[in-house]
């Protein structure tokens, strides 16, 4: 929410920028993240991609869950460019923690 420390909050987060190499550590950090193993005491999963009807037509998305029990929900929203695999790898990860998700593919061409 904004209030009247906002704009000064902003300025100061904006002058201090990031350096070249701060970018690079994040960027190597994200990488390194996308490497890592299944969590610990992965469950099986089971996925599949899924059609949605809605009243304009209909979504693809992909669907994956711990292959038995009933399990949480995470509904995964892309970005723009939609369901790609790194979504799908995201999503297979939270359902060997324990979760049922459904990532949805908003952006599709009509």
Known sequence: MCDELTTADNERFLADGMSRRAFGTAAAAAGFGLLLPSPANALAVKG????????????????????????????????IYGLRPAFRQMADRLAESGYAVLTVNPFIAP
């Open 48 to 79: 599949r991609d899924v059609t949605i009807r809605t009243a304009d037509g209909t979504v693809d998305a992909y669907f994956v869950a711990p292959a038995t029990g009933k399990h949480p929900a995470v509904l995964v929203w892309p970005d």
